[in-house]
């Protein structure tokens, strides 16, 4: 008989799987606190003798479905209207916004630049405080703060007004993608991230298209209530975020082990499935991730060669994407089209771009792959600005910004999910995914600078220094590569040879991506 592998135990009292149709958790356990469930899931799924075969009756693509159609389209939806309301101001500047304001185009490019030193300052202590807290509280409650603060954003007087609400803005929008990018990998294994971080990341690329069509309706208000057409798009859109905020309260689920759509196999499976997803190969020992919070950890991560080097990509993908989401518009407009033509220009781009996104994360999580999707995507956005760089043409320009964007946005959730992928434990990958996006996100500082008013109408200097990020990202990726690879060949040697035999269990939990058993993701 084939001898079954070795799991670590939990802390918690271990119970045996029920062999019978499994009962609700509500109907079972609904006398017990979240806590207590919690740790009750877990002693079931990483009780002695558990393997995957313990599971074997269970529909896995059923259970999937489930988490689906319960999690994506409201995790979609915070991510559209932060995105929405980050990105507005390029709509409302074409409104008028810079000149009512009497901004000069320096200071319009400061107000952009300040939401990313907030942005970046606060996303490390929000994802640490979405792993103490529920994130049916914590991510509903910044999303009421940062929808306030749109709201205030249509009442500003002068440029510094502005400026105060844009660094408001930064400090409570921080928490929202981190957390959600982190969450998603609290209920998916690494196979199958992608194509749900795709899902909920699209909402980002609609967001666009939508930005446009909704500044193109609101801008005719202009006048009512004595406010101009893009005092509008500020509040309507502010007052919009604040409504889905509360509703978001009553329709986030925490976590899997509390999760009452599931039943309780249902929900130790989801558990057993995450804990033990990074070790392969034909190894007799499994060891579960630690999901305990410990200090170790996030200095673990903020010591983490692969995070500081998968920045470098990240840049190459933030800072177009950022040029591209504030700047758009402009960009159109200054090639001769009218404020209504522009806006309705961005659409087109950012429906492509999305449909994109979900086929290219789809294909993948099927081939289970990240770093060739991600590479052929940076290369088609360096050709896509050398289009842009080499021609004076309308027609090659807008080509060259839409085959730019239609490559940035399937690569950007490859990129997050790729890191995400290769931490291990659960503290390390929210500290990780944060320094990530944080450190990532002051690309956005920079490419808020990239695209000056005297550069227009073609934009040279801008296009050009998105295609030197995009060539910095590209040797940061192989040099990711190049070492992923020949650190599992490494590991595979030392565990051929029984390196692995002078550790307990409970010492390559904590090791985390460090063990032996773990291999990083290509």
């Known amino acids: 008989m084939e001898e079954k592998p070795e799991v670590l135990k939990s802390d918690a009292q271990s119970d045996s799987l029920h062999s019978q149709q499994p009962k609700t958790a509500d109907h079972d356990s609904g006398h017990l606190t979240k806590s207590e469930e919690i740790r009750r899931i877990d002693a079931l799924a990483t009780a002695p003798g558990v393997t995957m075969a313990s599971f074997a009756h269970l529909d896995e693509k059923k259970i999937l479905r489930k988490m689906d159609l319960r999690l994506i389209p409201m995790l979609a939806l915070l991510y559209l209207l932060s995105f929405l309301d980050r990105g507005n101001i390029g709509n409302a500047k074409i409104e008028g916004l810079v000149e009512d304001l009497n901004m000069t185009g320096p200071q319009y490019n400061w107000c952009l630049t300040v939401f990313f030193f907030t942005y970046a300052a606060f996303e490390v202590p929000s994802n640490l405080l979405l792993k103490k807290l529920r994130p049916s509280i914590w991510l509903p409650t910044i999303m009421v703060a940062w929808g306030v603060v749109m709201t205030l954003m249509g009442i500003v007087q002068d440029f510094k007004g502005l400026m105060i609400a844009r660094i408001f803005l930064g400090v409570t929008e921080a928490g929202l993608f981190p957390g959600v990018a982190y969450y998603i990998t609290m209920w998916y294994c690494r196979h199958e991230a992608q194509f749900r971080q795709a899902l909920f990341f699209s909402a980002a690329s609609v967001a666009g298209a939508f930005s446009g069509l909704l500044a193109y309706g609101i801008a005719h208000m202009d006048g009512v209530g004595n406010l101009e057409g893009w005092r509008w ?9 604040v409504i889905v905020a509360i509703i978001a309260y009553f329709t986030l689920f925490d ?15 989801v558990v057993y499935r995450l804990k033990y997803q990074a070790a392969q190969g034909d190894h007799e020992v499994k060891v579960a991730q630690d999901d305990t919070f410990k200090w170790k950890y996030v200095k673990d991560a903020f ?18 994407l950022y040029g591209i989401s504030l700047f758009l518009p402009t960009i159109i407009r200054a090639l001769g089209y009218t404020s209504s033509t522009a806006q309705l220009l961005t659409v087109p781009i950012y429906v492509t771009a999305s449909v994109l996104a979900i086929v290219v994360a789809w294909l ?11 590479l052929v995507c940076l290369c088609l956005m360096a050709i896509g600005f050398i289009m842009c760089i080499s021609s004076s043409k309308p027609g090659v320009i807008y080509a060259g910004v839409f085959i730019a964007a239609c490559a940035l946005y399937p690569a950007f959730p490859g990129n997050i999910t790729w890191l995400s992928n290769n931490l291990a434990g659960s503290t390390k990958r929210a500290t990780g995914q944060a320094i990530q996006i944080a450190g990532g996100n002051l690309a956005g500082a920079m490419a808020s600078n990239f695209y000056r008013a005297k550069d227009a109408p073609h934009y040279v200097l801008g296009h050009s220094l998105e295609l030197a990020f995009i060539c910095a990202g590209i040797l940061a990726l192989l040099i990711l590569v190049f070492n992923y690879k020949r650190i599992n060949a490494k590991r ?11 550790y ?18 290509l």
């Open 233 to 241: 798009i500020f509040i309507l859109e502010g007052i919009l975020t």
């Open 255 to 269: 976590f899997p082990e509390t999760a009452t759509f599931l039943t309780e196999e249902e929900r130790a499976f």
């Open 303 to 320: 010591l983490d060669w692969q995070i500081w080097t998968n920045i470098w990509v990240y840049w190459g993908i933030v800072a177009p």
């Open 364 to 374: 993948s999580d099927r081939f289970g792959k990240r770093y060739p999707f991600i």
């Open 492 to 502: 595979e040697r030392q565990l051929a040879e029984g390196a692995h035999n002078g």
């Open 504 to 521: 307990t269990l409970e010492e390559m939990s904590a090791l985390g991506d460090r063990a032996l058993t773990f291999r990083y993701f």
